[in-house]
């Protein structure tokens, strides 16, 4: 489970299919790179997190993607969404546990390792 996300430049469109103009320049430690929290705590509010159902996954398109204009941003992330609907495939096809990457990445209150440990009963 990554406890980070990872954005793009979006280009001119409407929806997620997008061509990628490259890696944003900004990030949480690196660019390119945004711990989950802060993720929630600055990203989330304000712009429009969506969730994709084929690809089970989140994704923030900020306020300038919404629209036909180029260089709008597009940040995939896990959530406890997300977590859940990977320990489901983990169950399903009896594999032998999970792992996170980066717990600091994580909120304060441990959202998403607590995601973790409640998900795999």
Do not use: C
């Amino acid at each position: 489970m990554a406890f980070y996300g990872r954005g793009f430049k979006i280009g001119a469109g409407n929806g997620i299919y997008r061509q990628s103009l490259g890696a944003l320049t900004t990030g949480t430690w690196e660019t390119n790179n945004f711990d989950y929290s802060d993720l929630k705590l600055n990203y989330m509010a304000g712009n429009v997190a969506q969730f994709d159902e084929d690809a089970m996954s989140p994704y923030i398109l900020d306020g300038n993607s919404l629209t036909l204009e180029a260089n709008g941003r597009f940040i995939t992330y896990d959530s406890p969404r997300s977590i859940q609907a990977k320990l489901d495939i983990v169950k399903q096809q009896g594999l032998g546990g999970i792992f996170a990457w980066e717990l600091t990445g994580d909120t304060d209150d441990h959202e998403l390792l607590n995601a973790m440990n409640v998900g795999k009963g």
